[in-house]
C-alpha cells in the first residue's frame, strides 16, 4: 500500500502525509503562515506569472516583508523580499500606501528599495548575500535573494545569551572584512546591528539589509536621509548635512560588538549627548579583555575625529586569535604567616623591569609564520579577495605575476598566463625596491689592487664604500615601508604553473591564502 504524501506548495517535494513543514525546503505545510504578519502575502501566491512561489514570512521591518520563497524555473528555495512600508494596506494582492505617504513619496520610496538590489549586486563576496533578480508587480517591488539558513547575531543572544569574547570577536572580523569591501566601492551600510548580521549554518557571517547603504564622499560633507537604529547608529546619522564616512560604519560595528559580549543594547548616541554614560563593556561582562573594551570604547567615541578612520584600524585594536587562546598566567598564593617578614630595601618601592623587545627581522612576518601555502585552484576566471597579497589590509592596486609553460623545439609552443594580484602602494613600493637592491662592489676592490696596485686598491675600496653606503640607504628606504603585518620583502605570491583551467600558487600570507582557497573553492597542496 502506497504511503500517503503531500506536495510542498513552494518546492514541489513530496512529505509523508501529516509532516507540518517541508523536509526540503522548510516551508509550512499546513495552517495560514502569514497570520500573525499585517498584510503578508498568502502562502502558495505566484509572482511573474509563476516563476517565483512564496511561501511562509521569515520577517517584516518597517519597510517590507521577506518571505521563503521558491525559484521555479531554478529549482531552488529563495528569499523575497517585498517592499511593504510599515502602514501598508493590501487590496486582493495589491499594495497601498497608508495615508501619510502621498503617492510621489511611495514612488521615491520604492525606487531606493531597488537600489538596495542594484547596491547587493555589485559584490561577489561570501560575507555579503547575494541578490539574484528585481522585479515590480503588485503596485509595489520585489527582491529575489539567497536564502540564508541560519540565525542572527540578534537571535543567538536572545537565545543563548551573551557570547564569549572569542567568538564574538571573530564574528565581528568577518563582518569587518565584508564591510570594508563595501567601503572600498564608496557605500556605506548605515544599519549594521546584531539583527542584520546572519550566522549561516554553513558556517558564513553574512551581512544582510542594505536598505538604507548610501554612497559617500571621502572627506566631504554630505546631505543624507534620516534612518537611524538607536544604540547603534553615532550621532552625525541624525542629521542630514553632516560629514559620513567609514567611521560612521566602524561605531556601528563596534555597537554590535558590545551588545553580544554584554547581552544589552548601548546608549544611544543622542541619549550620550545629553550626559548619559556608555557603560564600558567590561563593566558589564567581568570576563571581556581590557584590550577589548577599550577597543570598543575608542571606536564608539561620539566625536568623529577621536574614532578608528576605517574598520581595519578598529580590527587591529582588538586581541588576535593567539592571544585570547592563550592561558591565563597561574595564580601564586603565598600561604599566610604566623609571623610577617620584612622585606629587604631592594623589593620596596621597585617595579618589574619589562624584558627588552626584540626587533622584528625585517623579512620575515610578526606572527608565527608556517608559510609557504601551496594552492590549487580550478577556472577560467579566478576571484582574487581585496586585500593586499602581502599585508592582508585593504588594497588599492596590484601587481602582475605570470608563468611562461610549454617549451618545444626552440620554445615554439610557449605560452605565457598572468593574474593582476591585488596589493597596497605600500607594499608595492617595499617589492620594487627590493627587485632594485643594490650590492657592495668588494670584488671591484680586490681586482683593482690585482690590476693596479696600490692606486687600485684605493680605487676599488672608494667605489665599494660608495655602493655599500647605497646598499645601506635602500635598506632603510625598505624598512622603512614594511608594515608589522607584512609578510615578506618581496613578492608574496608566486605563480607557479598552469594547465589548461587548473592554476597553481604559493602565497607567503597565511590569511590571504585561505581566503583565496575559499574564494575559488581550491586545495591546500602543502
Known amino acids: 500500500m502506497a504511503t500517503a504524501t503531500v506536495a510542498c506548495p513552494i518546492c514541489n517535494a513530496e512529505n509523508p502525509s501529516g509532516t507540518t513543514s517541508c523536509s526540503t525546503c522548510g516551508a509550512p505545510l499546513g495552517g495560514d503562515a502569514a497570520g500573525a504578519f499585517s498584510g503578508a502575502l498568502p502562502p502558495s501566491t505566484k509572482l511573474q506569472g509563476g516563476v517565483y512561489t512564496v511561501g511562509k514570512v521569515l520577517g517584516q521591518g518597517g519597510f517590507g516583508i521577506t518571505y521563503l520563497g521558491g525559484d521555479i524555473r531554478a529549482h531552488r528555495p529563495v528569499a523575497i523580499k517585498e517592499f511593504f512600508p510599515y502602514g501598508s494596506t493590501r487590496r486582493g494582492l495589491s499594495v497601498h500606501p497608508f495615508g501619510g505617504l502621498p503617492a510621489s513619496g511611495y514612488a521615491t520610496t520604492r525606487s531606493r528599495f531597488l537600489d538596495e538590489a542594484r547596491i547587493l549586486a555589485r559584490f561577489d563576496h561570501s560575507g555579503i548575500v547575494d541578490v539574484y533578480g528585481t522585479f515590480e508587480e503588485n503596485n509595489t517591488a520585489y527582491m529575489v535573494m539567497e536564502l540564508l539558513r541560519g540565525k542572527s547575531l540578534g537571535q543567538l543572544v536572545e537565545d543563548n545569551g551573551r557570547v564569549p569574547e572569542a567568538d564574538a570577536v571573530g564574528y565581528i572580523r568577518r563582518v569587518g572584512e565584508a564591510l570594508q569591501v563595501v567601503h572600498v566601492a564608496s557605500l556605506l551600510h548605515r544599519d549594521l546591528k546584531p539583527d542584520n548580521v546572519m550566522l549561516t549554518t ?66 544611544a548616541a543622542t541619549d550620550r549627548a545629553s550626559g548619559v554614560d556608555l557603560v564600558a563593556p567590561r563593566k558589564l561582562n567581568p570576563s571581556v579583555s581590557e584590550i577589548t573594551s577599550d577597543a570598543i570604547l575608542w571606536a564608539m567615541s561620539m566625536r568623529v575625529d577621536q574614532r578608528p578612520q576605517t574598520v581595519q584600524e578598529f580590527l587591529d585594536a582588538l586581541p588576535s586569535a593567539e592571544a585570547m587562546r592563550a592561558p591565563a598566567p597561574p595564580l601564586v598564593v603565598t600561604p599566610p604567616s604566623s609571623k610577617a617578614q620584612p622585606k629587604p630595601p631592594s623589593e620596596i618601592n621597585t617595579l618589574p623591569v619589562p624584558a627588552p623587545r626584540i626587533p622584528r627581522p625585517t623579512w620575515r612576518p610578526s606572527v608565527p609564520y608556517e608559510g609557504p601555502y601551496d594552492i590549487e585552484v580550478v577556472g577560467a576566471e579566478l576571484r582574487w579577495p581585496s586585500r593586499c597579497v602581502c599585508c592582508f589590509e585593504s588594497s588599492d592596486t596590484t601587481l602582475h605575476v605570470q608563468h611562461t609553460t610549454g617549451g618545444g623545439f626552440f620554445g615554439m609552443f610557449q605560452e605565457t598566463r598572468g593574474w593582476d594580484v591585488p596589493y597596497c602602494s605600500q607594499c608595492v613600493e617595499h617589492v620594487r625596491l627590493e627587485s632594485q637592491r643594490p650590492g657592495g662592489n668588494l670584488g671591484g676592490a680586490l681586482t683593482g689592487a690585482v690590476i693596479g696596485g696600490g692606486l687600485g686598491l684605493l680605487i676599488g675600496l672608494g667605489s665599494a664604500a660608495y655602493s655599500l653606503y647605497g646598499a645601506a640607504s635602500h635598506q632603510s628606504r625598505l624598512e622603512a615601508l614594511l608594515k608589522p603585518s607584512c609578510v ?13 583551467n587548473t592554476h597553481a600558487f604559493t602565497f607567503l600570507n597565511g590569511n590571504y591564502a585561505d581566503a583565496f582557497r575559499r574564494e575559488n573553492s581550491g586545495t591546500l597542496i602543502s
Open 488 to 500: 615578506t620583502v618581496g613578492q608574496a605570491v608566486t605563480y607557479r604553473d598552469w594547465y589548461d
Open 202 to 267: 554553513d558556517g558564513d557571517v553574512v551581512l544582510i539589509d542594505f536598505g538604507t547603504a548610501r554612497a559617500f564622499a571621502a572627506g566631504k560633507t554630505g546631505r543624507m536621509t534620516t534612518m537611524v537604529t538607536p544604540g547603534y547608529a553615532p550621532l552625525e546619522q541624525y542629521g542630514q548635512s553632516v560629514r559620513f564616512g567609514p567611521f560612521t560604519d566602524v561605531y556601528a560595528l563596534a555597537a554590535t560588538l558590545y551588545h553580544i559580549l554584554t547581552g544589552q543594547m548601548p546608549a
